[in-house]
């Protein structure tokens, strides 16, 4: 898949699904490939840039706010620190703490459902494909 084609919120979505994956054990250890990270860290890289300007807008001339509830303007921020921990790692698992924690941190900042119970959240068995994944031969559904 190349990353390129994809406009930044459905890179941001990506980024949050893999997000999910780093933060929660019972997730990533379900993993049967190793983590592209290069590719996640791009994703992050599109999750960061949701600034001001690309979370407002007009729909049919009325003006929109895309982030009513500020979860990027939240999350935005501890971006940086999770590329940089990302950077880090080879990708062979298990996910190294500090990554786990950044992503766990992201995530809560962000409101996501799986925040106060990464020991517990999963997924179903598939989840694999609803993930991005370098050699993705097309965008995989990410609502």
Known sequence: MNIESLDNITCAAYAL??????ACPRISER????????????LVAAFASQGPESLTGAYQGIPADYDPKGAFRRARPLAASLSANLAAWDGVLPVPWAVRAD???????????SAG???????????????????????????
């Not at 699904?17 to 780093?22: E, I, K, M, P």
């Not at 609803?130 to 609502?143: E, I, T």
Request: net charge negative; aromatic share 8%.
């Open 103 to 113: 992503a766990q941190a992201l995530l809560t900042a962000y409101g996501h459902e």
């Open 117 to 143: 119970r990464f020991e517990e959240h999963t997924v179903p068995d598939d989840f694999e494909t609803a993930l991005l994944w370098p050699d993705s031969p097309a965008a995989p559904d990410h609502s």
């Open 17 to 22: 699904h893999w997000t999910v994956v780093l």
């Open 31 to 42: 993993l049967r490939r190793p983590v592209p990270i290069d590719m996640i860290r791009r």
